[in-house]
């Protein structure tokens, strides 16, 4: 399952940081997350919950920022969300727009620390 090896690396990070920090609590993870990435936003939630549990993140929140996919089509010279995402042609003109302006991201933003 993708989105448990996800939640873990980023609660793995989320711990190191709040060590770093001298121990403290994070309150919550702030993540952006782009429909290209093919992660379900449910899936990854239930994982982060499962994977926190008896780490220092435990009873933290996930928030998750699910970022629309936005291509660039050159025959009409503009961003415009694609047909769908399995789909990235323009919903004007019908021509595959190979250029993804966003989407594919995935990162994380903000820690909350307590
Ligand atoms: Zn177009």
Known sequence: MHELSIAVSMVDMAAEEAAKRGDVK??????????????VKDALLFSYEIVCQGTPLEGSRLIIEEI???VF????????????VNNLCCPKCETPTPEVVSGREMEVTALEIE
Do not use: F, R, W
């Not at 089509?73 to 503009?78: D, I, L, Q, S």
């Open 26 to 39: 994070v309150d919550a993870i702030h993540l952006k997350l782009g429909k290209l990435t093919g992660v």
């Open 73 to 84: 089509c050159p025959k009409c010279e503009m961003e415009t969300p694609p047909v769908a």
């Open 68 to 70: 629309p996919v936005v």
